[in-house]
């Protein structure tokens, strides 16, 4: 039997990938990291070098299936939470979730006290911080093989490229567990950087390697103005995917028609025409399908809900539903129409997951990262995540990145200092501290 499916009414489109929690991760792009420093460059005091563990990261983690469930749970149930709180704002959304839960576990890795319990609560991390990592580990590991001899929406290979790095003030004392366990499951090395000194410089290494490893979808994702005279950390997360359907609709069936909108108006769109093998499920006011990509290990759900019922399905939908939707679903010839579209998505999680629960961990004197460094006061000062999808007749390209930004209030402050009064001076060896000079300038006008 054929089924029809018409998107033509508001939907919703999830990466199966993305829904489990998994994304699968290739080899990295070459280290794109900008000049002065390099991936050969070691110098703790350079910018731009990294400062790496010597931990290597761990390429066959021992995780018990029960990890293994409870960390895909846990992530399915916060991408949902997390659209519950983004779906009021009116428009097209589009996040990772993997990519911010990915942030935000390296920074939960030195969380301590109430801050972690919040953390965790949150995030729906329901294995402690000696589980939690190695399992978010083994989904890379897991996965990396995805893709294999598939092709790309661009006609090149399928690309699905998960990477992690730190960025580091210059000087910042940071606690070698913490590194350790950012090496071991999340292959972060650690790039030291100048907020400070040289903040434009900080921010351009950081945003360029978020560019190179996002094909250039992801751009500026961290502005100047988010670095502050405190910050000391931006812990950075990138995903990058780009896949053919395994049957890609005929670009000469693409015409013009109408899409109706949630408030009734319609705009004219590019509406592509195929009819599909696919599975297929229709319930209680919605229809859905898995859109399978080239290899058949990934796919697109699209969920369409019945006409004028687009707000009552969102506030209904959950992990739970999005499992059972999923689990009803049958193969079946679908005469499908979808439209053509590509949009960019933006956004600050502070406010949202404040209100989702962190908030002391975004609270300077409160936050308790202690783990990332005993002697200071770390709080994450904001959460950024940008996002990028584009859907046409060949199949996907997306991409999204987040980034994590930790300052400290106890890290030494900028001064300022003016030398327009009478001022004392001494000259000395700094090693010995013998005072060679002694001077006082009352005017230095007079010679």
Not at 168 to 183: H, K, N, R, S, V
Request: net charge negative; aromatic share 8%.
């Amino acid at each position: 039997m054929m089924r029809t499916l018409r998107t033509c009414a508001p939907l919703f489109a999830l990466s199966l990938a993305a829904i489990l929690g998994c994304e699968a991760s290739t080899e990295p792009n070459p280290d794109p990291t900008p000049e002065p420093g390099g991936e050969g460059c070691r110098d703790g005091d350079k910018p731009g070098c990294v400062v790496a563990s010597d931990k290597q990261r761990i390429s066959t983690p021992d995780v018990p299936p029960e990890d293994k469930t409870a960390l895909v749970s846990g992530n399915s149930a916060f991408a949902l939470d997390l659209y519950q709180e983004l779906r009021e704002e009116p428009g097209n959304v589009f996040y990772s979730p993997y990519s911010i839960s990915t942030a935000l576990a390296m920074t939960w890795a030195g969380a301590k006290g109430e801050t972690e319990t919040a953390m965790a609560d949150t995030l729906r991390f329901d294995l402690g911080q000696d589980k939690l990592h190695p399992a978010f580990n083994w989904i890379d590991q897991e996965l990396e093989s995805r893709g294999q001899g598939a092709q790309g929406a661009d006609g090149e290979g399928f690309r699905l490229n998960v990477v992690n790095a730190l960025w580091g003030q210059i000087g910042y004392g940071f606690e070698a567990p913490f590194l350790d366990t950012l090496a071991l499951n999340y292959g972060a090395g650690m790039r030291v950087v100048d907020f400070l000194g040289h903040k434009q410089e900080a921010v351009d290494l950081i945003n360029g390697w978020v560019s190179d490893q996002t094909e250039g979808k992801i751009e500026k994702l961290v502005p100047v103005d988010a670095i502050t005279p405190e910050t000391v950390l931006v812990l950075t997360n990138a995903i990058y995917f780009n896949a053919a359907w395994r049957t890609p609709f005929e670009p000469t069936a693409t015409a013009d028609g109408p899409f109706e909108k949630a408030d009734g108006t319609e705009v004219t769109v590019p509406l592509m025409h195929a009819n599909l093998e696919m599975p297929y499920a229709e319930g209680d006011g919605y229809q859905a399908v898995a859109m399978p990509y080239d290899g058949d290990e990934l796919s697109m759900v699209l969920v369409l809900p019945a006409k004028g019922t687009l707000d009552a399905f969102e506030a209904s939908l959950d992990a739970a539903k999005v499992d059972g939707i999923v689990g009803a679903m049958s193969e079946h010839l679908v005469e499908t129409t979808m439209p053509k579209f590509k949009f960019e998505y933006e956004l600050s999680l502070k406010k949202t997951l404040e209100a989702m629960g962190m908030e002391i961990a975004f609270t300077a004197g409160a936050a308790d990262f202690t783990g990332i460094n005993a002697q200071g006061q770390p709080y994450i000062q904001d959460v950024l995540h940008k996002a990028f999808v584009g859907v046409n007749e060949a199949g996907t390209e997306a991409a999204a990145a987040t980034a994590v930004i930790v300052g400290d209030e106890s890290a030494p402050q900028p001064a300022s200092l003016a030398l327009v009064n009478p001022f004392l001076f001494l000259i000395r060896d700094n090693a010995t501290g013998s005072i060679l000079f002694v001077g006082r300038v009352a005017d230095p006008s007079a010679s």
